[in-house]
C-alpha cells in the first residue's frame, strides 16, 4: 500500500512540472523530481529534505563534487552524479545558445559570453577566447583552474592556445568566484605579461573580462587594455 501511495504522489508531482514548469516549485520539491529518476525505493521527499539541509541551499548542493554529496548525504554514487551534472548540463546549454562560432565585436558581447562559461564554476578559472580575423570564436580554451596568485597563468600556455587555435585576436577572462569585480594587482600584471607574450608573435589581446556571479568588468571599458598596450 505504501509503495502505491509513493507512485501516486510522484505522478502527481511530474504532472505537476509538464503543466506548469518548475517556476511554482519550491528548492525541495524540485530536488525530491530529480531523485525520482535514480532513487526507487526510498521516500525521496524526506531524503531531499535531508539533502538541503546539509549543503544549506540547493545553489550548493547542486555545486557540491558528487563523491562530497555521496558522504554527507549517504546516497550512491550515482545518485551523487545526476545531481552534479546539473550545473555543467546548464552551462553547456547556455553556451550552445550562442551557437558554433559567435561573433564578439563588443565588449558586451564579449562579457556575456564570458559568464556562460563560468555559470556554476566555485572555482576560479581562466579561459583564453580565440578568435578570427572577423572576431568569430575559433575556441575558447580553458587553460588554468586556480587562482593567479597561487599558479600563474604562464604567457607560453597562452601562446600556444593561441597558434593552435590560429587566433588573430584574443579575450583573455577568469572568475572571482568571491564576488569582487575589481581587478586585483595580479589580474592586471599578468594581462600585461601575456600581452608582451601575445604581441611578440602579431596577436592582439582586446579584452579581459572578469566575471563575479551574473555580472562581469571589462579591462577594455575600463581603458585597461589600452593603458597596458600604451606600456609596449
Avoid at 22 to 32: A, P, Q, R, V
Wanted: aromatic letters at 8%.
Amino acid at each position: 500500500m505504501e509503495k502505491n501511495i509513493h507512485a501516486g504522489h510522484r505522478e502527481r508531482v511530474r504532472e505537476r512540472f509538464m503543466e506548469e514548469g518548475l517556476d511554482s516549485f519550491k528548492d525541495h520539491e524540485i530536488l525530491e523530481l530529480l531523485l525520482y529518476y535514480c532513487v526507487r525505493q526510498r521516500d525521496t521527499n524526506a531524503l531531499a529534505h535531508k539533502m538541503l539541509k546539509e549543503y544549506g541551499t540547493l545553489h550548493d548542493l547542486l555545486e557540491a563534487h558528487p563523491r562530497d554529496i555521496a558522504r554527507r548525504c549517504k546516497v550512491s554514487l550515482n545518485t551523487a552524479t545526476l545531481i552534479s551534472l546539473c550545473v555543467p548540463l546548464a552551462r553547456r546549454y547556455m553556451n550552445g545558445k550562442w551557437g558554433e562560432r559567435p561573433v564578439l565585436n563588443s565588449s558586451f558581447k564579449a562579457g556575456e559570453y564570458a559568464m556562460t562559461l563560468f555559470a556554476g564554476r566555485i572555482y576560479e578559472a581562466f579561459f583564453a577566447i580565440c578568435l578570427d580575423s572577423q572576431n568569430r570564436v575559433n575556441h575558447a580554451a580553458l587553460v588554468h583552474e586556480g587562482t593567479i596568485n597561487e599558479a600563474p597563468v604562464y604567457p607560453r600556455l597562452i601562446v600556444e592556445t593561441a597558434l593552435r587555435h590560429k587566433a588573430s585576436s584574443v579575450i583573455l577572462a577568469h572568475n572571482h568566484p568571491g564576488g569582487s569585480l575589481k581587478p586585483s594587482v595580479a589580474d592586471i600584471e599578468v594581462t600585461k605579461k601575456i600581452y608582451a607574450a601575445l604581441k611578440s608573435i602579431s596577436i592582439n589581446v582586446v579584452d579581459h573580462i572578469i566575471v563575479a556571479g551574473q555580472n562581469y568588468t571589462s579591462f577594455a571599458e575600463q581603458g585597461l587594455i589600452e593603458s597596458i598596450a600604451h606600456q609596449f
